[in-house]
């Protein structure tokens, strides 16, 4: 017989992610957002004590972690779902709450998985164009222009935006999340990059979930923690959100060693992540200064820890900045992937102070190597 699949996945590209420096020896990666100070010292030893607990299943309903996220964020475990990293949360998403033929508006460039999720539950996806002219940020009143022009079952935001950097501020998003409410969207608000970022505080809407009916907060310990290895994430919502989440997750989604590591680092080391979104915002400021001076087009100063610049000032496109740069041991990310318009641009991450004077010394070279 002849095999035949669903048409949405006829022309469904694969996704592009960074992070693949690891596997080039010498190369040191900044084509990755994670804690460059990599996992807390005691997570070793708090995993070689669970090895024993992984001959049985783990808690389907991951309660302790459930309890342990909801006291930091002054929510009840009702209001927690979890997920096999913010992968499975932003798959499970459009599957309960956006149904086949609808339509959902979504930011360009933006994080990928949002777009491939939806077309794989069949979901229409409109793009919202975000311009180099408004320093990469929404447009307010374009906005709510598409908002209003067609019903959208969803609005998906990244703050900060992958591969942007920008932070959208609290207001703002407010003032988003209620005239969504108004035109029944859902918004899908996505801060699993915001822990990195010294003013999470002023800027996210994780605590204040239960006071809207359409958001969900989606979360990731990868990022935070430096723990990509461990699929393990979280959304905050209501209670019926929450509920209506569940339906769909995939029975023990998260493992035990997972379940155990998540609960021990919110508990135990959020103030390792607070200290180091402070170090990299010192160091960002430097590394922007000392790359300026370079005579490196990296842009406004970001509003996080990492840069999204166009390089089409050097001559160059994203790819044969990235080949240049893996001549001196760097790992950059070729923004291609993000779709058409950003085959100029590059993404990199700040890290400590030696690091950085690394990624500095080496973009050095490369313009060297141009003008020789």
């Known amino acids: 017989m002849q095999i035949e699949t669903r048409k949405e996945l006829e022309s469904l590209p694969s996704t592009v992610h960074g992070g693949q420096g690891w ?5 040191e990666d900044y084509s990755q957002n994670l804690n460059p100070f990599g996992p807390p010292k005691d997570l070793s030893s708090i995993l070689a004590d669970s090895v024993k607990d992984t001959g049985h299943y783990p808690d389907a309903d991951c309660m302790s972690v459930r309890k ?30 956006i149904r086949p033929g609808e339509s959902v508006l979504i930011p360009t460039p933006s994080f990928a998985e949002y777009t491939q999720q939806c077309k794989i539950a069949g979901v229409h996806v409109d793009n919202i164009i975000l311009k180099a002219e408004n320093d990469f940020r929404l447009d307010r009143n374009e906005l709510f222009s598409m908002l209003e022009s067609k019903h959208y079952a969803a609005l998906y935001i990244c703050n900060p935006n992958n591969p942007t950097g920008r932070v959208e501020k609290r207001e703002k998003l407010i003032e988003i999340v209620r005239r969504c409410d108004e035109l029944g969207t859902m918004v899908f608000l996505d801060e699993t990059l915001l822990s ?42 209501n209670d019926r959100i929450i509920k209506e989440m569940d339906k769909v997750r995939l ?20 103030s390792y992540v607070s200290e180091a979104a402070n170090t990299m915002r010192r160091e960002s400021k430097v590394m922007h200064s000392d790359l300026e001076a370079l005579g490196f087009p990296v842009g406004p100063l970001s509003d996080s ?9 050097l001559g160059m496109n994203g790819a044969a900045f990235q080949k240049a740069m893996l001549r001196e041991g760097i790992m950059v990310r070729d923004c291609a992937s993000f779709g058409p318009g ?23 070279r490369v313009l060297k190597s141009m003008s020789d």
């Open 23 to 27: 596997k080039l020896d010498g190369v």
């Open 68 to 97: 342990a996220i909801a006291e930091h964020y002054g929510l009840g475990p009702e209001n927690v779902a979890m997920g096999a990293g913010s992968s499975e949360i932003i798959r499970n998403f459009p599957q309960v709450f």
């Open 196 to 237: 990195l970022v010294a003013d999470e505080s002023l800027v996210s809407l994780s605590g204040m979930v239960r006071d809207f009916s359409n958001l969900i907060v989606a979360h990731s310990f990868t990022k935070s923690f430096a723990i990509p290895g461990m699929r393990v994430g979280f959304a905050l919502a």
């Open 251 to 270: 029975p023990w989604n998260v493992g035990t060693l997972e379940q155990t590591a998540a609960e021990h680092l919110v508990r135990y080391d959020i």
């Open 305 to 313: 820890f990492f840069y999204f610049t166009s390089v089409r000032e």
């Open 342 to 364: 950003f085959e100029d641009y590059v993404r990199f991450c700040v890290k400590d102070s030696a690091r950085n004077r690394k990624f500095v010394e080496a973009v050095h």
